[in-house]
T-cell receptor, first 109, second 116 residues
């Protein structure tokens, strides 16, 4: 896999359901961040998890990091229509930064 | 709340022309970045900049690209001789501290560059 692959590429769920998206990577990282992007606009930072952390929470967001599997997941609980956006992981290895391919999430009201 | 601003929001240029994209990072931030996103594709890292020097650059950031912090507030990306494939959304970002990936980045709204 390339550095920063996300799956699924697209996800469609009903409001109230949980959404899980995954980011896998190839080489070791220092930390991983998740960003949200609405319709090609600027990205908004959601959460950062460092390589020595396994799980972090922020509101309805839960991020896990498994360095042995080189993967991270973003869980959005109790989704809302306003969560409709693209979600990207950003991998940091030294000073090199790589975005994942993104997951397009659609939450239907 | 402080924000990163970018100008212009949309730039149309002819192939071979030079363009300068401008960004004003958040005032107390020390690390600056440029990314690009070709329509429908992933966001790609171009370059990071700290202390008036390039910290890191990707393979995309070849000799036709340059960055500059001409004064205390602006951060610019220059594309010397634009090609059709340079058409993309260009995002500027800044972060507070030295370790580029260790702190959240604040993104500007982007400049859409169209090369005809």
């Amino acid at each position: 896999s390339q550095q920063g692959e996300e799956d699924p590429q697209a996800l469609s769920i009903q409001e109230g359901e949980n959404a899980t998206m995954n980011c896998s990577y190839k080489t070791s990282i220092n930390n991983l961040q998740w960003y949200r992007q609405n319709s090609g606009r600027g990205l908004v930072h959601l959460i950062l998890i460092r390589s020595n952390e396994r799980e972090k929470h922020s509101g309805r967001l839960r991020v896990t990091l498994d360095t042995s599997k080189k993967s991270s997941s973003l869980l959005i609980t109790a989704s809302r229509a306003a969560d409709t956006a693209s979600y990207f992981c950003l991998l940091s290895a030294g000073n090199m930064l790589t975005f994942g391919g993104g997951t397009r999430l659609m939450v239907k009201p | 709340e402080p924000e990163v601003t970018q100008t212009p929001s949309h730039q149309v240029t002819q192939m071979g022309q030079e363009v300068i994209l401008r960004c004003v990072p958040i005032s107390n931030h020390l690390y600056f970045y440029w990314y690009r996103q070709i329509l429908g594709q992933k966001v790609e890292f171009l370059v990071s900049f700290y202390n008036n020097e390039i910290s890191e650059k990707s393979e995309i950031f070849d000799d036709q690209f340059s960055v500059e912090r001409p004064d205390g507030s602006n951060f610019t990306l220059k594309i010397r001789s634009t090609k059709l494939e340079d058409s993309a959304m260009y995002f500027c970002a800044s972060s507070e501290y030295l370790l580029a990936g260790a702190y959240e980045q604040y993104f500007g709204p982007g400049t859409r560059l169209t090369v005809t």
